[in-house]
T-cell receptor
Framework: GAGVSQTPSNKVTEKGKYVELRCDPISGHTALYWYRQSLGQGPEFLIY????????DSGLPNDRFFAVRPEGSVSTLKIQRTERGDSAVYLC??????????????FGPGTRLTVL | AQKVTQAQTEISVVEKEDVTLDCVYETRDTTYYLFWYKQPPSGELVFLIRRNSFDEQNEISGRYSWNFQKSTSSFNFTITASQVVDSAVYFC???????????FGAGTRLTVKP
């Protein structure tokens, strides 16, 4: 079956611009996660959705970052007033995890964001 | 706070050698989950294993094996008879049961030379 897909695969933008990154999880997966991976580092947690609601957004670095999942499937990560330090690979993952037991997360290929 | 340390930044071996990737974790919780993921050059993270804190049995899957020791807070990963296709970055990760995030280590880049 289809895995997690993310679009675009690459995004180049200028400092100060607004960007949207899209994640399409595996069908039926209720849990959706966003991570950010900087060069040479492991993925860093940003936000977790269970269904339509953001159950944990403690990893969002500041209020320029926002994510939505209005229908409990596709999610969009939105970054306002981008900065050069936002350049990274943004990873999305989904799982069939119930609230209390983390199952394995299935990752998408990521979106490489470059802020010039 | 939860934390994962992968002290080996890079490892290089010759094909058919055995190699062990180290992972040390910190957590105050008694219930937690440990994971290993592989990130090949294509970039996509591939799930390898999940282990919960109450199951200290070692696991073997083909050429892969994992050694979980709570006494030393370690969850090491061994590849036996390494192959060139094993070349990738390997991440160890920790998830506490009461939280929803997964904390990753910095990763170990494994290069297997023919």
């Amino acid at each position: 079956g289809a895995g997690v897909s993310q679009t675009p695969s690459n995004k180049v933008t200028e400092k100060g611009k607004y960007v949207e990154l899209r994640c399409d999880p595996i069908s039926g997966h209720t849990a959706l996660y966003w991570y950010r991976q900087s060069l040479g580092q492991g993925p860093e947690f940003l936000i977790y959705f269970q269904g339509t609601g953001a159950a944990d957004d403690s990893g969002l670095p500041n209020d320029r970052f926002f994510a939505v999942r209005p229908e409990g499937s596709v999610s969009t990560l939105k970054i306002q007033r981008t900065e050069r330090g936002d350049s990274a690979v943004y990873l999305c993952a989904s799982s069939s995890s119930p609230r209390t037991s983390p199952h394995e997360q299935f990752f998408g290929p990521g979106t490489r964001l470059t802020v010039l | 706070a939860q934390k994962v340390t992968q002290a080996q930044t890079e490892i290089s071996v010759v094909e058919k050698e055995d190699v062990t990737l180290d992972c040390v974790y910190e957590t105050r919780d008694t219930t937690y989950y440990l994971f290993w993921y592989k990130q090949p050059p294509s970039g996509e993270l591939v799930f390898l294993i999940r282990r919960n804190s109450f199951d200290e049995q070692n696991e073997i899957s083909g050429r892969y094996s994992w050694n979980f020791q709570k006494s030393t807070s370690s969850f090491n990963f061994t590849i036996t008879a390494s192959q060139v296709v094993d070349s990738a970055v390997y991440f160890c990760a920790l998830s506490e049961a009461r939280l929803n995030d997964m904390r990753f280590g910095a990763g170990t880049r494994l290069t297997v030379k023919p």
